[in-house]
C-alpha cells in the first residue's frame, strides 16, 4: 500500500514461500515523499500489516527532457500510462549517447522512465514481459527488463564491431525502424544493403536530367532466431518494387555514416521503408516506404504483392493491378510512418505530408504544408480505398511534422493516440522541411473521433528558440500499468 500524501494506491504482488521477500515498488512520482507498508494476505483472509516505511524519490535528472502537460482530461482519456522515448539534438548535432523512455500518467506526471544512454527508436513489449527497442543509430537492438537490466542485445554484424563479447550478431548492415516478437517468437526487422545501379535518377526536379550509376541502399525484410541471430526468412524488397519509381528525397544521403567511407559517390536512399507491421491471421506484411509514397501488403509465404496504396504515377505496367483505385473524395499519403491496422480492419497512418507531390512536380514546401492523421477503408477484393477519417488539427490549426510521427487506435474508447514527434522551425516560427533549423520540438497528443474530433491529451517537449537542444519522439503507446505488461524480478537480496 502506497501513499505519496496525494495519491494512494495498492500494488498487488504475489509470493512465494520465503521468509525474506525483495519487491519493486513501481508508480511512484519523484522527489516525493512516500508512505509504503505490506499488506499480507493469506489464503484464510488472515491479514498482517507490516510497519510503516518510508522512502523519499529522487527528483528527476538534470538531463531529463522539459516535459510539459498543456492539457489533461482523464475521464475523456484512454485509461493507462503514456510510453514513449525521447531524443536530443544538441547545437544540431543528433546525440547519440542520450535517451530516455519515459512513462506518464494520465496527469502527464512521470511515473517511471530508464535512462538509456542511447538515442532510442522502436520500443515493443515482449511476451516474456521485457522491453525491446533499436538503437537510433540503426545497427543494435536491446531487450532490457523494466528495472533498466541488460537481458540481450542484436547487432549488424557486417557493418558494426559487436558491443560487447555476449551480443549476438546478424548478418545484416543494419538493423533498423521497427523490431518486433512474431507468434512463433521469431523476431522481424528491417535492414539494408547497397545495391549498384547502372541507371538512377541525378534530379528530382528536372525531367531532362540524365539518369547514371549510383550506389543506391534498398530495403530487406528479415525474420530471425532470437537466440543465435541465424535469419530464417527474408525479403529483398527490390525483388518487388519497381525499380524506376523514386520519390523526392531519393537523392539524400540518410545512410551517409553507414555506406559512404565505402564508395565512390555518396550513397542514395531509394525506398526508406520505415515501419512493418505483421498480420498474423493472413500471415502477411504491411511495409511502408518513405520515399516511394506507398504502404504496401505482402503474402509473407509467397512473396507476391497483394496491393499498393498511394499516388499511382509511375508505377510500371507489371504494378498497375496491385494499385489500389480510389473511391470518393480521398487525398494521397506522402512520406508517411507507421501504418496500422485497427480492430474494424481500416488502416491508420501518420501522413507526415512532405512536399505532396511527385518529383518533376512542384512540391508544397513546409510554410504551406500540413500532416495529418488519416484512417482508410480497403477493399481487397474490389481493389479500391476509401478515406474514411482525417484529422489535421483543431479548429484549423494545422500541424506539420516532416519526420516520424505515429497514430494508434486506443480500444477502450476509440480514441487515437498521437505522436507529432519531428516539428523543425526556423527562428520565426516558420516551419520547415531539414534539420536541423533554429527549433525542433515534439508533442504526444489524444483526440476523440467526434465530430469534431476533440483534444483531450498534450504533453510538449521543447526546449524553445535559442536553445541549443532540440527533441524529437519517435513513437508512443498507451499500455495499462507498470505490473500487467512487465516481468518484474527484483535484484536479489
Known amino acids: 500500500e502506497i501513499s505519496d500524501g496525494q495519491r494512494h494506491w495498492q500494488q498487488p504482488w504475489p509470493v512465494s514461500p520465503a521468509r525474506k521477500h525483495r519487491i519493486a515498488a513501481l508508480g511512484l512520482r519523484p522527489d516525493r515523499e512516500h508512505l509504503i507498508r505490506v499488506r499480507l494476505q493469506a489464503e484464510d483472509q488472515r491479514a498482517e500489516l507490516g510497519p510503516l516505511l518510508t522512502f523519499r524519490t529522487p527528483p528527476l535528472p538534470a538531463n531529463f527532457p522539459p516535459l510539459v502537460t498543456v492539457h489533461s482530461r482523464p475521464q475523456r482519456m484512454e485509461p493507462g500510462l503514456t510510453l514513449f522515448s525521447v531524443n536530443v539534438w544538441r547545437n544540431s548535432v543528433s546525440m547519440l549517447d542520450y535517451g530516455y523512455l519515459i512513462a506518464l500518467d494520465n496527469q502527464g506526471e512521470v511515473v517511471w522512465y530508464c535512462d538509456t544512454q542511447d538515442r532510442v ?13 533499436l538503437h537510433g543509430n540503426y545497427r543494435y537492438a536491446y531487450e532490457i527488463d523494466i528495472l ?34 512474431l507468434p512463433n517468437k521469431n523476431f522481424m526487422t528491417l535492414a539494408t544493403e547497397l545495391v549498384d545501379f547502372e541507371e538512377f535518377p541525378t534530379s528530382e526536379l528536372d525531367p531532362t536530367a540524365p ?65 512493418l507491421k505483421y498480420v498474423a491471421d493472413e500471415n502477411a506484411v504491411i511495409v511502408s516506404l518513405r520515399h516511394l509514397d506507398c504502404v504496401i501488403k505482402i503474402d509473407w509465404e509467397t512473396k ?31 512520406h508517411q510512418h507507421s501504418p496500422q491496422l485497427t480492430p474494424h480492419g481500416t488502416l491508420l497512418m501518420f501522413d507526415n505530408g512532405n512536399y505532396r507531390a511527385r518529383p518533376y512536380h512542384t ?39 516532416p519526420f516520424y510521427g505515429e497514430a494508434d487506435w486506443l480500444p477502450q474508447t476509440e480514441n487515437l493516440l498521437v505522436t507529432d514527434g519531428g516539428h523543425i522551425e526556423l527562428e520565426d516560427g516558420t516551419p520547415h ?44 503507446s498507451r499500455i495499462a500499468n507498470l505490473l500487467d505488461p512487465f516481468a518484474i524480478d527484483p535484484p536479489a537480496a
Open 121 to 133: 527508436a522502436d520500443i515493443q513489449i515482449l511476451d516474456n514481459g521485457h522491453l525491446l527497442y
Open 148 to 181: 533498466g537490466r541488460d537481458i540481450r542485445r542484436w547487432y549488424g554484424e557486417r557493418l558494426t564491431e559487436p558491443p560487447d563479447s555476449q551480443a549476438i550478431g546478424l548478418d545484416v548492415d543494419t538493423l533498423h525502424h521497427e523490431v518486433f516478437e
Open 211 to 275: 539518369w547514371k550509376p549510383a550506389h543506391v541502399v534498398c530495403d530487406r525484410i528479415v525474420e530471425f532466431q532470437p537466440d543465435n541471430g541465424q535469419i530464417v526468412n527474408e525479403l529483398d524488397l527490390l525483388d518487388v518494387l519497381d525499380p524506376k519509381r523514386f520519390g523526392y528525397m531519393a537523392l539524400s544521403g540518410f545512410w551517409k555514416d553507414k555506406y559512404n567511407a565505402r564508395i565512390d559517390s555518396p550513397s542514395r536512399d531509394w525506398s526508406h521503408a520505415n515501419a
Open 304 to 334: 507476391q504483392i497483394l496491393w499498393i496504396l498511394g499516388d499511382p504515377e509511375g508505377w510500371g505496367a507489371a504494378w498497375q493491378d496491385r494499385l489500389l483505385k480510389p473511391v470518393g473524395d480521398l487525398q494521397w499519403p506522402y
Open 363 to 401: 512540391a508544397t514546401l513546409a510554410v504551406d504544408n500540413h500532416s495529418r492523421v488519416v484512417e482508410f477503408e480497403i477493399d481487397e477484393q474490389a481493389m479500391t480505398v476509401k478515406q474514411v477519417f482525417e484529422f489535421d488539427g483543431v479548429m484549423g490549426e494545422r500541424f506539420y511534422s
Open 433 to 476: 522541411d531539414d534539420v536541423p533549423a533554429e527549433r525542433q520540438w515534439a508533442r504526444i497528443f489524444e483526440i476523440t473521433r467526434d465530430s469534431p474530433p476533440r483534444e483531450v491529451f498534450e504533453v510538449r517537449c521543447d526546449s524553445g528558440y535559442r536553445s541549443p537542444f532540440g527533441w524529437s519522439i519517435y513513437r508512443a
